[in-house]
């Protein structure tokens, strides 16, 4: 029997000791890992986050969110302005306007700041909104203001988005851009021709070559598209020009997404943009900005669990460095003995290194079992407790042209919804280092007690 | 040959000082069983803490086999320890979860002995005190009281020490047991050439021993009887 050997079969000396030890351990180890896991879990969302949003400037005019505020229109001129800027690579422009179903009254309960035309108006209807559950299925009923609304004549406007470019989805909030039938529009021509969102079309039995009448005007559907997104496919989406023309915004636009070469440039095009148009006019949101917001729940995510982590470190060594004091303490005249029969200090320091080692390995083992359990769930509580549509929650309604609060939601709120702890073999393996640390410096103190304890204490008496 | 000359043992605290062990001066030549007698708190058990480099002496000069131990460091008195001494406490002082068999391994152990050399020894040992091997690898918790004191007196022999301290060696046994005991250690002294000095009330066992000292205060009040 060896000084390892020894120190194992002290480890299990005293069951029901050994067994608490064990379990309060494993439970530290548990947490430690746990923690460790959500660091690095959150710590690759925030740099997903960071890659994914990339280098764009949303501009529009000040005081204008989504359908809600008012403000002054874009122009193009401001565009082609901003698009000389240095470090300006590409600016799409998007118009959007909002069209009521002929004959229904959609309008009272919504607003239309940026349609200036008095004849916004569509053969079209949009798909309705039921209520989720519990809703009567004779009929249709719709959140405004919070409240449920029975439906009756009543139907939601349908967006119009006119748009010059199609380089940046951002303005739709699409992720992908699939054209499920049909063709591409072409977003610099004039003509009457439109893409339909696969939801409306569908509603409105609309298919390639159809017509539906906008603006009192007759307009042709070229394409039906998947944006991937309810929002964006309950939309038409025309060429710029058309959109101005029909609104009777001719020249006006209330949204620029401005790409930039670099994101280390995106603060200094910004303030350019803000100086060029002036930050009475425009509010410029860069993705800089966007991407502060997205990770700011999950940097305090990565603040609690770096904290936790440290802290259940500390438990954990503490856990084991009391009883390894207590063991110690209860052991001075064994020690002696050992000692007075030809012990040296290291043999007996590694019998009772090797004792706080196996201790420490059992409990990791146990505690890498719950650690693994229980990562996702306390990720999850992590996150719900973290989020909110401050600081990155979703937003679910009044999104619209601009598309800033729109991709603000599609970064910020898929952070935190996508977010999931994996265990890998690295993991593993900082649990096992950590717990031999955890091992080293509980012994550390009781390792110089030992130095401490004379031969002569053997002679003592009881 | 233990020689020990003028020894002294002087513990002090903040206002106190006691003179435990005071100018002992003693010679115990090589295979002689002898005994050290004297009333609770005479210095029997600090005297022989000091010779078995448990403790250090305030002064004085202990040498055994011409090896000055006073003069020895920390790592040459763990040597001395382990291949010179051999102890035999009054309450046994095995490790209470390893088995007899193991208990006299441990010295071996620490003195480098392989294994399977280990193994063989600690059983002869155990045959030579007279426990049989049914009973060699119980944990001294199911042996007896005397059982446990053979145990502790193979481990005492296990790395053939020149010199065997005994500290009240029959103190917690019944006097038959206690008179088993003392004649193997007689037996061992003889047949080993080991010198013992053994620590003890009883004078039954101090009128067995070739030489006898008699300590009273710390100070030796006779020669060796």
Redesign the interface.
């Given at each position: 029997?060896?000084?390892m050997s020894?120190g194992i079969?002290?480890a299990f000396?005293n069951g029901a000791r050994t067994l608490s030890i064990i379990l309060i351990l494993a439970l530290s180890i548990a947490m430690s890992l746990v923690m460790l896991l959500a660091l690095k879990t959150v710590d690759a969302k925030i740099n997903s986050v960071k890659s994914s949003i990339g280098n764009t400037i949303s501009v529009s005019p000040a005081g204008l969110r989504g359908f809600e505020g008012s403000g002054t229109l874009l122009t193009t001129q401001d565009a082609t302005e901003t698009k000389a800027l240095a470090h300006v690579t590409s600016v799409v422009e998007t118009l959007t306007g909002r069209l009521t179903t002929i004959g229904s009254n959609s309008s009272s309960f919504f607003g239309g700041q940026s349609n200036n035309s008095s004849n916004a108006q569509t053969s079209l209807s949009a798909p309705p909104r039921q209520e989720p559950s519990g809703g009567n299925s004779n009929g249709r009923r719709f959140v405004i203001n919070g409240q449920f609304v029975p439906g009756g004549s009543f139907s939601m406007p349908i967006t119009a988005l006119g748009i010059n470019d199609f380089s940046d989805l951002s303005a739709l909030n699409a992720s992908s851009f699939t054209i499920i039938s049909g063709v591409k529009i072409d977003p610099t021509s004039s003509g009457d021709a439109a893409m339909v969102g696969k939801s409306l079309a569908s509603e409105n039995n609309l298919s390639v070559g159809k017509t539906f009448t906008a603006y009192g005007k007759t307009i042709t559907v070229d394409g039906i598209f998947d944006a991937g997104n309810t929002f964006a496919n309950d939309m038409i989406i025309l060429p710029l020009s058309t959109e101005q023309n029909l609104s009777g915004n001719t020249g006006q636009i209330d949204s620029m997404i401005v790409t930039v070469d670099s994101v280390d440039n995106l603060s200094s095009v910004a303030a350019a943009i803000t100086d060029k148009l002036g930050s009475s006019s425009v509010d410029v949101t860069t993705s800089q900005d966007q991407i502060n917001s997205a990770v700011t729940s999950l940097q305090n995510i990565k603040t609690i669990s770096t904290y936790s982590l440290i802290g259940s470190l500390v438990a954990g060594s503490m856990i084991i460095l009391l009883t390894m004091v207590m063991i110690v303490r209860e052991r001075r005249?064994?020690i002696?003995?050992?000692?007075?029969?030809?012990?040296?200090n290291i043999?007996i320091v590694a019998q009772f290194v090797s004792e706080a080692l196996c201790l420490t390995l059992v409990s990791s083992v146990i505690g890498m079992i719950l650690g693994m359990a229980f990562s996702n769930p306390v990720l999850q509580a992590l996150v719900n407790n973290n989020s909110s549509p401050e600081n990155g929650g979703m937003r679910n309604f009044g999104g619209g042209p601009g598309g800033a609060i729109l991709r603000f939601s599609n970064g910020a709120g898929s952070a935190l919804r996508n977010i999931h702890a994996v265990v890998g073999w690295d993991i593993i393996l900082y649990g096992l280092l950590a717990a031999i640390i955890v091992a080293i410096i509980g012994s550390a103190i009781p390792s110089f007690l030992i130095s401490k304890v004379?031969?002569?204490e053997?002679?003592r008496a009881? | 040959m233990l020689k020990v000359e003028n020894l002294v043992k002087i513990f002090s605290s903040e206002d106190n000082k006691v003179t435990a062990v005071d100018g002992v001066s003693l010679e115990v030549p090589n295979g002689v069983f002898s005994t050290i007698v004297g009333k609770s708190g005479s210095g029997k058990s600090t005297l022989l803490s000091l010779l078995g480099a448990l403790d250090k002496p305030s002064s004085g000069k202990i040498e055994v086999d011409g090896e000055e131990v006073t003069k020895m460091r920390d790592s040459k008195l763990i040597k001395y320890r382990r291949d010179k001494i051999g102890f035999i406490f009054q309450n046994y002082n095995l490790i209470p979860n390893l088995t007899a068999l193991e208990n006299v391994m441990i010295p071996m152990e620490f003195a480098g002995i392989s294994k399977t050399k280990r193994i063989k020894r600690a059983e002869e040992l155990l045959d030579e005190v007279g426990l049989n091997s049914s009973k060699q690898n119980r944990r001294p918790s199911r042996l007896s009281g005397g059982e446990q004191q053979r145990v502790a007196i193979a481990r005492a022999l296990a790395n053939k020490p020149k010199l065997i301290l005994a500290d009240e060696p029959t103190g917690n046994l019944d006097s038959a047991t206690g008179k088993i005991i003392i004649d193997l250690l007689h037996d061992l002294a003889r047949r080993e050439n080991t010198t013992i000095l053994a620590v003890t009330h009883d004078i039954g066992i101090a009128k067995q021993a070739k030489i006898t000292f008699t300590l009273r205060d710390g100070k030796l009040v006779n020669q060796p009887v």
């Amino acid at each position: 029997m060896g000084v390892m050997s020894r120190g194992i079969r002290d480890a299990f000396r005293n069951g029901a000791r050994t067994l608490s030890i064990i379990l309060i351990l494993a439970l530290s180890i548990a947490m430690s890992l746990v923690m460790l896991l959500a660091l690095k879990t959150v710590d690759a969302k925030i740099n997903s986050v960071k890659s994914s949003i990339g280098n764009t400037i949303s501009v529009s005019p000040a005081g204008l969110r989504g359908f809600e505020g008012s403000g002054t229109l874009l122009t193009t001129q401001d565009a082609t302005e901003t698009k000389a800027l240095a470090h300006v690579t590409s600016v799409v422009e998007t118009l959007t306007g909002r069209l009521t179903t002929i004959g229904s009254n959609s309008s009272s309960f919504f607003g239309g700041q940026s349609n200036n035309s008095s004849n916004a108006q569509t053969s079209l209807s949009a798909p309705p909104r039921q209520e989720p559950s519990g809703g009567n299925s004779n009929g249709r009923r719709f959140v405004i203001n919070g409240q449920f609304v029975p439906g009756g004549s009543f139907s939601m406007p349908i967006t119009a988005l006119g748009i010059n470019d199609f380089s940046d989805l951002s303005a739709l909030n699409a992720s992908s851009f699939t054209i499920i039938s049909g063709v591409k529009i072409d977003p610099t021509s004039s003509g009457d021709a439109a893409m339909v969102g696969k939801s409306l079309a569908s509603e409105n039995n609309l298919s390639v070559g159809k017509t539906f009448t906008a603006y009192g005007k007759t307009i042709t559907v070229d394409g039906i598209f998947d944006a991937g997104n309810t929002f964006a496919n309950d939309m038409i989406i025309l060429p710029l020009s058309t959109e101005q023309n029909l609104s009777g915004n001719t020249g006006q636009i209330d949204s620029m997404i401005v790409t930039v070469d670099s994101v280390d440039n995106l603060s200094s095009v910004a303030a350019a943009i803000t100086d060029k148009l002036g930050s009475s006019s425009v509010d410029v949101t860069t993705s800089q900005d966007q991407i502060n917001s997205a990770v700011t729940s999950l940097q305090n995510i990565k603040t609690i669990s770096t904290y936790s982590l440290i802290g259940s470190l500390v438990a954990g060594s503490m856990i084991i460095l009391l009883t390894m004091v207590m063991i110690v303490r209860e052991r001075r005249r064994e020690i002696g003995v050992l000692k007075a029969i030809g012990g040296s200090n290291i043999k007996i320091v590694a019998q009772f290194v090797s004792e706080a080692l196996c201790l420490t390995l059992v409990s990791s083992v146990i505690g890498m079992i719950l650690g693994m359990a229980f990562s996702n769930p306390v990720l999850q509580a992590l996150v719900n407790n973290n989020s909110s549509p401050e600081n990155g929650g979703m937003r679910n309604f009044g999104g619209g042209p601009g598309g800033a609060i729109l991709r603000f939601s599609n970064g910020a709120g898929s952070a935190l919804r996508n977010i999931h702890a994996v265990v890998g073999w690295d993991i593993i393996l900082y649990g096992l280092l950590a717990a031999i640390i955890v091992a080293i410096i509980g012994s550390a103190i009781p390792s110089f007690l030992i130095s401490k304890v004379q031969p002569a204490e053997v002679m003592r008496a009881e | 040959m233990l020689k020990v000359e003028n020894l002294v043992k002087i513990f002090s605290s903040e206002d106190n000082k006691v003179t435990a062990v005071d100018g002992v001066s003693l010679e115990v030549p090589n295979g002689v069983f002898s005994t050290i007698v004297g009333k609770s708190g005479s210095g029997k058990s600090t005297l022989l803490s000091l010779l078995g480099a448990l403790d250090k002496p305030s002064s004085g000069k202990i040498e055994v086999d011409g090896e000055e131990v006073t003069k020895m460091r920390d790592s040459k008195l763990i040597k001395y320890r382990r291949d010179k001494i051999g102890f035999i406490f009054q309450n046994y002082n095995l490790i209470p979860n390893l088995t007899a068999l193991e208990n006299v391994m441990i010295p071996m152990e620490f003195a480098g002995i392989s294994k399977t050399k280990r193994i063989k020894r600690a059983e002869e040992l155990l045959d030579e005190v007279g426990l049989n091997s049914s009973k060699q690898n119980r944990r001294p918790s199911r042996l007896s009281g005397g059982e446990q004191q053979r145990v502790a007196i193979a481990r005492a022999l296990a790395n053939k020490p020149k010199l065997i301290l005994a500290d009240e060696p029959t103190g917690n046994l019944d006097s038959a047991t206690g008179k088993i005991i003392i004649d193997l250690l007689h037996d061992l002294a003889r047949r080993e050439n080991t010198t013992i000095l053994a620590v003890t009330h009883d004078i039954g066992i101090a009128k067995q021993a070739k030489i006898t000292f008699t300590l009273r205060d710390g100070k030796l009040v006779n020669q060796p009887v």
